[in-house]
Nanobody, 127 residues
Framework: QVQLDESGGGLVQTGGSLRLSCAASGRTFSRNAMGWFRQTPGKEREFVAA????????YYADSVKGRFTISRDNAKNTVYLQMNSLKPEDTAIYYC????????????????????WGQGTQVTVSS
């Protein structure tokens, strides 16, 4: 079992920055592939970013590439999402996700790949 707790969301103006954190507890964190997804009302949850268990590979949605950076600190059991140059269209609830079983990195982009989810943290970007 893995528990995920997101934090760091809030209200920011266009062009501003936020850093989300996801603290993991329970089973071994360092072997987990981790991801961030987001969801707005009436829409499906969409992929934002993912990171391999060693942190050596990062994957991004085209809409955030160059603005967002995913990283992890396995010693702290935490994954981060640094969000810069925020836009109103980035407004959403952001969810942290984890998978503890081995899988194919080609599937990092898919919601169904992940086994555990956090409760979400709201990010609002004002224009």
């Amino acid at each position: 079992q893995v528990q995920l707790d997101e934090s760091g969301g809030g209200l920011v103006q266009t062009g501003g920055s936020l850093r989300l954190s996801c603290a993991a507890s329970g089973r071994t964190f360092s072997r987990n592939a981790m991801g961030w997804f987001r969801q707005t009302p009436g829409k499906e949850r969409e992929f934002v970013a993912a990171i391999s268990w060693r942190g050596s590979r990062q994957y991004y949605a085209d809409s955030v590439k160059g603005r967002f950076t995913i990283s992890r600190d396995n010693a702290k059991n935490t994954v981060y999402l640094q969000m810069n140059s925020l836009k109103p269209e980035d407004t959403a609830i952001y969810y942290c996700a984890a998978r503890i079983h081995l899988g194919n990195s080609d599937n990092y982009y898919y919601e169904s790949y992940y086994e555990y989810w956090g409760q979400g943290t709201q990010v609002t970007v004002s224009s």
